[in-house]
Structures are given as C-alpha cells and as structure tokens.
C-alpha cells in the first residue's frame, strides 16, 4: 500500500501542475501582423487643420482609430535614440513609439535572430505612447515637431532629452520632454498642456498606450499569461483574452502602472501622480491579442494662458525581477508565481546566487537542486526507510489481507494493529512527497519564466534552457524534430532509482511502478531543458540516498 500510495502522490503532483496551467494560465494569442496605411491615400490634416473634438468623460470606451482612419504624414520625421541598451525610433506624427529593439536580448536563440523588438506595430495609429486632450477618442494625430534638425541621438554616457512640440485643438500647445539614460530602461516623460488663447479651455488629457504580442522567433510558454497587465489599488490586475472579449475593462484609483506583459519581457506606463485616474482597456481590432490601455486624468479646465504638467515614466525592457525591484512603483509585481510567489521568488534569487559565481545556469540549477535536496535531505530518509520497513512487513500483510478477505474492518483493524506493534507509520512513504510538491511547482514557474533561463546555454546541444533539449541528428524526427537525449537519461534514472527502491508485494503496483518512468518521459518531453535538468539531477541525487539507506541496512544486519 506503502507504494501505491506514493504512485498517488506522485500523480497528484503532476495533476496539480498540469492542471493548474490548463485552468488557469491562458494561451498566449498569436500574433497576426497590423494592417498598414494604403500607399496613395491623401496626407492627414496638419496641426492647424484639425477638427475640434469636445472632451470626453474618463472612462468612456470609443472605438479606436483604424488603419483607414490615419494615414502615414510625409512630413513626419523619425527621430532615432541610440543608448546602450536599446534603440528607440520616436515618430514626429503622433508623437508614438514606432520601434524599440533591446540590444542585449535576441528574438531567437540563433545568434543572427536580430534584436528583440517591442514594438510590433507598423501603422502610426496603433504604436505605444500617444497623447490626446480629448480623452484619446480623436482619430487624427497632431505632428510633435522636435526641436532641432538633428534625427539620431546618442546616449553613450548619463542623459539626453529630447522635446517636441505640437499644436493642439482650440489653441492649445503641448510641450513634451522625453529624458533617456544611457543606463537604464526608464524613460522620463513629461507632456507640459499650455492654453495659449484668452478664453478657458476644457480639456481631458490621456495617454493611450498600444499593444501586441511581442515578436518572438521562439515564444514562451503558450500556458503562461501573455497580455494587458495593471496595478491598481494595491491590486495586480491581468486581462486575459476572454475577458476582454466581452467589451471594454474599466478601472478606477490609483494606478501604479499598466502595459502589456509576457513570460520575458514588459512595457509599462507609470503615472508620477497619485490622482485618482480611469484606466480603459480594450480590443482594437487590429489582430489577436492587440489592446488598447488608455489612461484618463479627468476633465481639466485651463485658464488662459495656464499651464498643467502631466508626468510619467515609461519601461519597455526585460521582465527581470532584480531590475523591476530598483524601479519602484510597484512593478516588481509584474513577476508573479501565483499562490507559490513565496517560495518561488527565493529560488530565483538563489538561482541568480549561483549563477553570480559559476555564470552558467544549468552549473546554477544543479547546485540548486543539490539545495533543496540538502533541505528535504532529513524527511526524504525517514520516508525512504519507512518505505523499507513496510517492505519487511508485506508478507505479514499480505497473510492478514487472505485470513480476512471476507471482513475487510477486522483486516483494516489486524493492519493498524500491526503498523504500531512495529512502530511503522503507513503514510511515511508518501508524505515527504506531498510536502515536496508545492516546491516542485515553485521551481517549474521559476523555470519556465524566468527570463535568466531565456537562451541560456548550458553544455554541448543544450542552447536554451527555457525550451525543450533536442539534439540535431542531421534528419528530422517527426514531432520531436530532434532527440530529446536529457529527457531519456531522466527516464533512465528514474528507471534505475526504481530498481534500488523497495518493490510491491501487490503485482498490480509493481506494473504501475514499472510503467511510471515511460509515463514521465513522455511527459516532460515538452518541457524546458532547465526542468528537465533539475528533475535528472534530483533523481540521481535520490538514489545515492537509496544506496546509503541500502547499505546502512546491510550493515546493521551484519
């Protein structure tokens, strides 16, 4: 029984994990590309010939503008930010994020794959980073003219800004001042909204920030959430795809910041004012998985020739914990592990520890099962001796289980009486799997995630950690396109730690047993290398613990 309970557990412990992916990570949507601006079509109207808009209340959901609707301005220029941690193009019309490559991270794990691009979109009414007066509801987009003829900015050291300048609606002139660092993801934005005429104007500023899923050649983990992100009122808030289905998300309090998010990297808006604000998250129409996130600041009456300042700062950049911790604001909220989060956050902390002193995070992983196998060293050897202990006691069981096969109480009651006369506790096989589990679904989001692990090399064929191992053979393997060789020496070990484990009386379990490495192999197949490692190593671990309890047997029967 000892055995077949342990087979549960060990059952159990993946049930919980796969089905906690299955209900409730979503599938990260598939990117489909954004419709571009028709060539031929008529230049947009300048500043001086857009049509007034009245303002509208925080909150009211509008349809967003289409690529019908805005056209590409000629007179539009690109102004190119180069610092050493990213490329950023900012474009006059509209004043938008046309394009953000990281340079220190690649859209695919071969090392020609390009710089990771944040900024999928290609049509100037659907790109991060727009501000509007009327609430975001207006379709045309003002030219933010930037001062200077310069169009290429270098940040090698420190802080460079750059202002633009547009001419809104009613006479109202918006002064805005972009400070980029030459050693951080933060960019500093602040939009100054002057009245220059002489009568008040009522206004109801916004910024709408674009999104869409992020351009990778190879993806994270379709199960992990991938999408529109906020925190709010102490709150943090995922919208997932079916729920912004259904219409427009509405928020309202303080807001912390809010972007868009998957497994590795993020893009944020964080308001440097504690107002009480009106968040809007919606669909665009413009492909699966695109929203639109407008963040209201409520109707604002200027007197003539006043002035009001709305800041913010933006981090479009990886998803990396230690970085999101020293930006504030809450962001480090962003990395989350669920229901696990306190014991996730300290293995990636010790994982990082390792890597500090070994720089390879597949070295990082072993020493950090060895850890964790170190901690549950004490549990793990009471429960593997009470599994051999109820080894000893099988042929007496299994005479108590044929004299009274036809009173299954009294058999129940002669077996309980049994487990104490020799002071054998029937669950101790089993339990130090179950208090195992919750950090064994820890360790899988950590690993999975993590963008530490997001290729990752660690030896040989093993280039990414964070996705399957799979050895190139010189032909393609149909499904597996390679040969998943760590996957099978984790079967392997299993299949051998079974062998030095105590064995069933009951042959039923003994099959069971025997079939459980085939099952995990099959099962982690899929999974990232890093898991894979982690479990290979574990096992090996686990049965030079079975050998010394073995051996310490056969000494003290001598």
């Not at 419709?35 to 947009?44: D, E, I, K, V, Y």
């Not at 690649?106 to 290609?122: C, Y």
């Not at 229901?339 to 020493?367: E, R, S, T």
């Not at 901690?375 to 044929?402: C, D, H, Y």
């Amino acid at each position: 029984m000892d055995l077949y309970r342990t087979f549960l557990a060990i059952a159990l412990s993946f049930l919980i994990l796969l089905g906690y992916q299955y209900l409730f990570a979503p599938s990260m949507p598939e990117q489909e590309p954004t419709p571009a601006s028709t060539p031929g079509q008529t230049t947009a109207p300048g500043p001086s010939e857009t049509q007034t808009t009245a303002p509208t209340a925080p909150g009211t959901p509008v349809p967003s503008p289409t690529a019908a609707e805005v056209v590409i301005d000629p007179d539009a220029r690109d102004i190119t930010v180069d610092t050493p941690l990213y490329t950023a193009v900012i474009s006059e019309q509209g004043g938008s994020i046309k394009s953000f490559l990281l340079k220190q991270y690649r859209s695919g794990v071969q090392k020609d794959s390009g710089p990771m691009e944040l900024v999928p979109a290609s049509n100037p009414a659907t790109r991060p980073l727009l501000f509007s007066l009327d609430n975001g509801t207006g379709a045309n987009l003002p030219l933010f003219k930037a001062e200077g003829a310069q169009t290429h900015l270098n940040v090698n050291q420190g802080q460079t800004e750059l202002v633009m300048t547009a001419t809104m609606p009613e006479g109202v002139q918006v002064v805005r001042t972009m400070r980029f660092s030459s050693d951080s993801y933060l960019i500093a934005v602040e939009y100054s909204v002057e009245n220059a005429t002489d009568r008040p104007v009522q206004v109801s500023p916004a910024l709408v920030w674009y999104s869409a899923p992020f351009p990778h050649v190879n993806p994270p983990s379709s199960y992990l959430f991938a999408g529109p992100m906020a925190y709010i009122n102490d709150e943090r808030i995922e919208v997932k795809g079916k729920e912004l289905g259904k219409g427009p998300v509405i928020r309202q309090g303080t807001i912390s910041w809010t972007g868009y998010a998957d497994s590795y990297f993020i893009t944020t808006i964080m308001p440097e004012f504690a107002d009480s604000q009106t968040l809007t998250i919606q669909e665009t129409g413009a492909g699966r998985g695109s929203s639109r996130s407008t963040l209201s600041q409520g109707l604002a009456t200027l007197q003539p020739h006043d002035s009001k300042a709305y800041s913010y700062t933006l981090y479009m950049g990886p998803k990396k914990l230690t970085i999101l911790e020293e930006v504030g604001h809450n962001l480090a909220r962003a990395v989350n592990y669920g229901w696990l989060d306190i014991i996730g956050k300290p293995m990636l902390w010790l994982l990082n520890f390792f890597h500090g002193f070994v720089k390879n995070y597949g070295v990082a992983i072993i020493l950090l099962t060895i850890v964790i196998k170190l901690v549950f060293w004490p549990i793990t050897q009471k429960g593997m001796k009470s599994m051999k202990n109820m080894q000893k006691l099988q042929p007496k069981i299994a005479k108590l289980r044929e004299k009274f096969k036809d009173d299954p109480a009294k058999m129940n009651q002669e077996m309980m009486s049994l487990y104490k006369t020799y002071k054998i506790n029937p669950l101790g096989g089993c339990l130090p799997m179950f208090i195992q589990i919750p950090f064994f679904i820890a360790l899988y989001q950590v690993l999975i995630a993590a963008i530490e692990l997001r290729h990752a090399p660690f030896m040989l064929w093993i280039n990414d950690l964070s996705a399957p191992d799979r050895l190139w053979l010189g032909f393609d393997i149909p499904y597996l396109h390679g040969m998943p060789i760590l996957t099978l020496l984790m079967g392997a070990s299993m299949y051998l730690q079974q062998k030095m484990t105590p064995t069933a009386a009951d042959p039923m379990q003994a099959r069971i047993m025997q079939l459980l490495p085939i099952v995990f192999t099959f099962m982690f197949i899929n999974f990232a290398s890093g898991l894979v490692l982690y479990w290979f190593v574990n096992n090996l671990l686990s049965m030079l613990q079975q050998y010394l309890i073995n051996r310490s047997s056969n000494v003290s029967k001598a």
